[in-house]
């Protein structure tokens, strides 16, 4: 953001810059055409056809020095708008901590992956996944150790989700979701299972200290999925719920009422 405003206030001063030089352009080009064009008062020491030459010679030498000055500064004002928008576009659908799509960005890529690959009605399954009793993780580790388990777990998840049927992104603090496209129910729960197993697995160590994250997990697949995807993805936070009441690290699959297809 400060970056942004940096290149706010750089692009304002060289668009001063900018209009000053082409004034500079304008103005004495202007000054001898008028010189030219009534001659006799303004050039008693030279003659019409002497001050058009020297005017265009003079217009021609500053077009030479300034266009291309007023082209590479434009050119720079540009790519740094280019960016900017870059940078807040990244800022405005990727989570800083990990580097994984935000809420926002998820919601975005998920609707996108269900437009593009749904119609007539493809299979997917939607993921909500929670760290459990993570408030302890950070309470007895630090919060810079809670961080660095944030981390830890992303990037299992993004070594499990690789791949264009995925969707994957921190949607809270310590949730993540996972959108699964043209791929079974059966397979798609194997695969959540596989990440709960997997991340239990593999303990977090950071500057000495050790600790086991575990995951739980709610899940919904529909076999062939229309419209939008905040209701299953809905149906499986519900599930979550259930996962964590029947006592966490588990998987829990939405009641087949629940899955409904738009
Ligand atoms: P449960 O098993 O019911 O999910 O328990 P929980 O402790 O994981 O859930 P709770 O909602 O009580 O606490 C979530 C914790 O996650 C509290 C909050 O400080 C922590 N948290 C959220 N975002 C971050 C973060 O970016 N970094 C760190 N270190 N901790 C975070
Ligand atoms: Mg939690
Ligand atoms: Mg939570």
Redesign the pocket.
Known sequence: MVAAIRTRCEVARWTVIQTLLALGLVVPTTGWALVWLYGGDFSRSVSGPVSLRFGLALAAIEALVFAPIIALRSGKTLRELTLARDQLDRLAHFDS?TGLLNRRGFDKAAAGTLESRTAPGRPAAALMC?????????DRF?????????RHVANILREAAGGDNTVLGRV????FALLLTDIPKADALAFAENLRLNIAARPVEWRGAKATITL?VGFDAAAFWQGEVSPLLASADGALYVA?RKG?NRIEVAQECLVQAA
């Open positions: 901590l929670d760290l459990d009793s993570f408030k302890e993780i950070n630090g919060h810079e150790f809670g961080d660095a388990a944030l809270g603090g310590e949730e739980s964590k966490r």
